[in-house]
């Protein structure tokens, strides 16, 4: 049982498969023979494709991965670096946009030049 992207239907929009999972990504995974064997064994044995049995498998490892602290510690010294950098963004531009011009100096006209 093995699933080609060029055999499925693109999945709507609004689902995949009528599960309601929202705008859907192809993603490319290489396994060895052995286990991409044994995976369609058990999507043939559960009568369901290769893509139904990875999918909540990936959802529960993004859950146990967003549960662990470490990982929490990151992403907030990842989010406060994102905002630093933004902040020195918004600033730069500010300085741009909201500059008043400075006032022309008068030029004092040339000096003809001698004959």
Known sequence: ????????PPASAASANGLDYGPIKPLGVRLNESTRTQLDIIAQLNDRTVTDEVRPAIEAWIDKTRANPAIQRRAKDVRDEIERE???KRDAIAAIVDAT???KSSRTPPK???T
């Open 112 to 114: 003809p030049q001698g």
């Open 101 to 103: 011009p400075a006032p």
């Open 86 to 88: 933004a902040a020195g």
């Open 1 to 8: 049982m093995s699933e080609s992207n060029a055999t499925t």
